[in-house]
C-alpha cells in the first residue's frame, strides 16, 4: 500500500507538472500570435535599408517634420468684412525651408505663418503650387529643421497599416495622431472646384479639417502620401495623394516654380454650362482648345480654337484633371477624339516631355 500509494502520488505530481508546461507552451503561442513583431526590412528610396517600427516610434520619428500652416486670405466681400483666417498641416521636405502642403490651404491667401513642432511660428511664403494636384511649396527660414522621409515605393497592400499625422481644428499641444489601414488604391475623386484629383490612396485613418497638407505614414516611419480629402457622406472614408507619383511633380515645382507638362500649343478650359453658353457650344462636356499655335504639336495635327476635345485615346474628358492625366498616362503619340460644330473627328498629336533642368 505504501509502495502503490507512493506511486499514485508521483504519478499525480508528473502529470500535473505536464498540465503546467502545457498551459505554459499554449500561453506562449497565444501571446506569440496576439503580439506584433517588428523589425521587417525593406529599401528606402535612397537605396538605404529601413526598419519597420511601432506605431509610437513612428510618430516620433515623423512629427518633427509635421508643421501647421495659418493662412489669412482675401475676403470674398472685400477688405472691410475682415481676412478671414484658416489652418492646415504641412511636412518638411528639406532644410532649406521647403514645406509640402495643399494648394487649397494656400490658393488666394495674403499671409503665411508656419508653426514648427518645437512650438516656434516663423514666416512662409508661396513659391510654387499647383490647383490640378492640389500640392504647394511653401518656404520658411529656419534653423534646425527635421525633415521627413519619403516613400519611394511602388506598391501597397490594401490593409496594411498607415499613421495620419496633422493638426486638426488647429488644437494646441501639437499634432494629432491617428492609424488606419490603406483602404483601397489608385482612387480619385471629384473636388469642389470640379476637377478630378487622380492617384490617391483611400484610408480610414481619421482625418478631419486642418489634417490636409499633413503626412500619412507606413511603419517605416516614410512618408507615403499627403492628406487631402474626406468623403464628406460617409464614415471612415478619406485620401492621401500617393507620394510616389507626385514625386517627379515636385522636384519640378522646387527647380521650376511650377509643374512640368508637355507644351501642345492651346490653352485648355473644363467645360462648364457657363463656358458653354459663352462660346455657344454644343458639347456639354469635355476640354474647349482655346489659342491654338498652328506651329506647335495641337496646331499641327489640326486642332484649331474652339475646337472641343471629348477623349483622349478613348478616355473620355470632363475637366483639365482627366485631360493631363490622360496626356501622362499616354504614350508620346495619342488620339484626340475632337467634336467640332456637330462633327466628330481625330486628331492625332505627337508630344515630347519636358525633364527637369539641370542642377
Not at 500500500?1 to 508521483?10: A, E, F, K, N
Not at 517605416?220 to 474626406?230: D, R, T, Y
Amino acid at each position: 500500500m505504501m509502495v502503490t500509494g507512493s506511486y499514485s502520488q508521483g504519478t499525480i505530481s508528473r502529470t500535473a507538472r505536464k498540465r503546467r508546461l502545457a498551459w505554459l507552451l499554449l500561453s506562449f503561442l497565444f501571446l506569440s500570435l496576439g503580439t506584433t513583431t517588428y523589425g521587417a526590412e525593406h529599401q528606402g528610396g535612397n537605396g538605404a535599408t529601413v526598419t519597420e517600427l511601432s506605431v509610437p516610434a513612428v510618430v516620433a520619428k515623423v512629427r518633427p517634420s509635421v508643421v501647421t500652416v495659418l493662412t489669412r486670405g482675401v475676403p470674398p466681400g472685400g477688405a472691410q468684412h475682415g481676412a478671414p483666417s484658416g489652418s492646415g498641416s504641412g511636412v518638411i521636405l528639406d532644410t532649406s525651408g521647403y514645406i509640402l502642403t495643399n494648394n487649397h490651404l494656400v490658393q488666394g491667401v495674403t499671409s503665411v505663418v508656419v508653426g514648427l513642432s518645437t512650438g516656434r511660428l516663423t514666416p512662409g511664403r508661396v513659391v510654387a503650387r499647383d490647383f490640378l494636384l492640389d500640392l504647394a511649396l511653401v518656404r520658411i527660414t529656419a534653423p534646425d529643421l527635421v525633415p521627413a522621409e519619403f516613400s519611394r515605393r511602388i506598391s501597397f497592400e490594401i490593409g496594411e497599416t498607415v499613421i495620419a499625422i496633422g493638426n486638426p481644428l488647429a488644437l494646441k499641444g501639437g499634432s494629432t495622431v491617428t492609424v488606419g489601414v490603406i483602404s483601397a488604391l489608385d482612387r480619385s475623386v471629384l473636388t469642389p472646384e470640379g476637377e478630378t484629383l487622380y492617384d490617391l490612396l483611400q484610408t480610414d485613418a481619421a482625418i478631419n479639417p486642418g489634417n490636409s497638407g499633413g503626412p500619412l505614414v507606413d511603419r517605416f516611419g516614410q512618408v507615403v502620401g499627403i492628406n487631402v480629402a474626406i468623403a464628406p457622406s460617409a464614415q471612415a472614408i478619406s485620401y492621401a495623394i500617393a507620394i510616389e507619383a507626385m514625386m517627379p511633380h515636385i522636384e519640378s515645382m522646387i527647380a521650376r516654380g511650377s509643374v512640368s507638362r508637355p507644351d501642345l500649343g492651346l490653352i485648355p478650359l473644363t467645360i462648364t454650362p457657363s463656358v458653354a453658353a459663352s462660346f455657344d457650344l454644343e458639347s456639354d462636356r469635355g476640354i474647349l482648345a482655346l489659342q491654338v499655335d498652328q506651329s506647335k504639336p495641337a496646331g499641327q495635327a489640326g486642332l484649331q480654337s474652339g475646337d472641343v476635345v471629348t477623349a483622349i485615346d478613348n478616355h473620355p474628358l470632363y475637366n483639365m484633371g482627366d485631360f493631363w492625366h490622360a496626356i501622362a498616362h499616354a504614350n508620346d503619340q495619342m488620339s484626340f477624339q475632337v467634336a467640332t460644330q456637330g462633327k466628330a473627328g481625330t486628331a492625332n498629336i505627337t508630344v515630347s516631355r519636358p525633364g527637369l533642368p539641370r542642377p
